[in-house]
């Protein structure tokens, strides 16, 4: 069973920058895609950013420039850098997992994967 935990949320001022990590256990292989979603209080959730398997990695309009989706194989680990953080990126976020890759992984989807982690509070203050 696919496992997911995230770190590395917190508060910072508007400007400043943070890094998400995602500790990934229990996947056996082949194809997949991973990526992050958000959740504010009163919004939908929105999908920030996905990578797949191979390295192709995509990210939302919203966050674009900004924040940037890795992954380290080695460590199984799913990252997202954020930078330039503004005060509408106060949320918690959720690491995802599908084993769909390909054309399903994109940001509009993450939300909709099966294997999500806890959730870490990121937020922003002006």
């Known amino acids: 069973q696919v496992q997911l935990v995230e770190s590395g949320g917190g508060s910072v001022q508007a400007g400043g920058s943070l890094r998400l990590s995602c500790a990934a256990s229990g996947y056996t292989g082949g194809s997949y895609c991973m990526g992050w979603f958000r959740q504010a209080p009163g919004r939908e959730s929105e999908g920030v950013a996905a990578i797949d398997s191979i390295g192709v990695a995509t990210s939302a309009d919203s966050v674009k420039g900004r924040f940037t989706i890795s992954k380290d194989n080695a460590k199984n680990t799913l990252y997202l850098q954020m930078n330039s953080l503004k005060p509408e990126d106060t949320a918690m976020y959720y690491c995802?997992?599908?084993?769909?890759?390909?054309?399903?992984?994109?940001?509009?989807?993450?939300?909709?994967?099966?294997?999500w982690g806890q959730g870490t509070q990121v937020t922003v203050s002006s």
């Open positions: 995802a997992a599908d084993r769909r890759g390909g054309s399903w992984c994109i940001p509009i989807n993450v939300d909709t994967f099966p294997y």
